[in-house]
C-alpha cells in the first residue's frame, strides 16, 4: 500500500537508437512524439515516432548539418504542428514535418548552444500572436 503513495515510473515500451537524444515532445494530438539529438559524426537528427499495438514504429526522420538541442510544439497551431528546434550552433529553425527540406522560419539567435526552448500559441490560447523563448549562455 505505501508504494501506491509515491509517483511510479512506469517503462511501456522502449527503443534502442544510435544518436544521442537531447529532447523528445509528443506530437499534439496523437499517439506520434518527436525525438531530437546528433549522431557522433556531429549531424543533427530529428525521427517522428509512432505508438503502435505492436510497439514503437519510425514513421520518418531527417538529419542536417548540427546536432539538435532541444524543440517545442508550443508555438503551433494544432493544424499545423510545426516543430520549433534549437541547436548547437545558436539558430532556431520552425520545421513542417510533412516537407523537411527547407525550414518554414529560421533564424541565428544565440553565438552558442540553444539550452532551452518554449513557445506559446495565439491561436491556442485566444491571446496574441505565437511566440518563442530560447535560452543559451549569451542571455
Not at 539550452?115 to 500572436?129: E, K, Q, R, T, Y
Amino acid at each position: 500500500m505505501e508504494k501506491l503513495q509515491k509517483p511510479q515510473i512506469i517503462c511501456h515500451q522502449q527503443q534502442t537508437l544510435n544518436y544521442a537524444v537531447h529532447d523528445v515532445k509528443w506530437i499534439p494530438c496523437s499517439s506520434k512524439f518527436v525525438a531530437v539529438g546528433g549522431k557522433s559524426n556531429g549531424s543533427g537528427i530529428v525521427e517522428i515516432y509512432s505508438l503502435t499495438g505492436e510497439g514503437i514504429e519510425k514513421k520518418s526522420d531527417f538529419g542536417k548539418k548540427e546536432h539538435f538541442k532541444c524543440c517545442t510544439f508550443d508555438a503551433s497551431s494544432l493544424r499545423n504542428r510545426h516543430l520549433a528546434t534549437g541547436d548547437f550552433c545558436g539558430r532556431l529553425q520552425v520545421w513542417d514535418l510533412e516537407d523537411t527540406l527547407v525550414p518554414v522560419y529560421k533564424s541565428t539567435v544565440h553565438k552558442a548552444v540553444i539550452n532551452a526552448i518554449d513557445g506559446v500559441s495565439g491561436n491556442n490560447s485566444g491571446c496574441g500572436a505565437p511566440e518563442i523563448a530560447t535560452a543559451s549562455r549569451d542571455g
